[in-house]
């Protein structure tokens, strides 16, 4: 069991329950005000989907024995850092409109965070398909 990977996988999931709890009371509020557009709702639910789904899988492979890999851990720290990237983005760009424009750019990182979360689950597939136990 890597404890590292299942400490942050574990606190990335009660972050992403109470985003979507924010989400799902906190964000309603803002869209029936105007304060922001029903399509940036949306997008920050994206957001808190893939952290969670994202975050599940890590605590699942992090349950795993132990497994020196490079690969793996290489995957590990793409679909962190993909995580970061891509949910982040999502979650800034839902508020762009009160941010001001200039946070709007922060849509354009997303695309980057979604390939590192897609090549970290490319990296630890391809380390399971190389194990040997």
């Given at each position: 069991m890597n404890s590292k990977t299942a400490a942050f996988a574990s606190f990335s999931l009660a972050i992403s329950v109470i985003l979507g709890a924010w989400n799902a009371h906190g964000m309603?509020?803002?869209v029936q005000n105007g304060s922001i557009d029903l399509k940036y709702l949306k997008t920050f639910h994206t957001g808190v989907e893939y952290q969670f789904l994202s975050s599940l899988g890590l605590l699942a492979i992090s349950l795993l024995p132990k497994i020196k890999q490079k690969l793996l851990t290489a995957g590990i720290w793409l679909i962190i850092i993909g995580m970061i990237l891509f949910c982040l983005s999502l979650y800034l760009?839902?508020?762009?409109?009160i941010?001001?424009?200039?946070?709007k750019i922060l849509g354009a990182i997303a695309p980057i965070g979604g390939t590192s979360?897609?090549?970290?689950?490319?990296?630890?597939?391809?380390?399971?398909l190389k194990f040997k136990p």
């Open positions: 309603e509020a803002l760009l839902s508020f762009h409109q941010l001001g424009a200039g946070w979360l897609a090549a970290g689950w490319v990296f630890i597939g391809i380390s399971f």
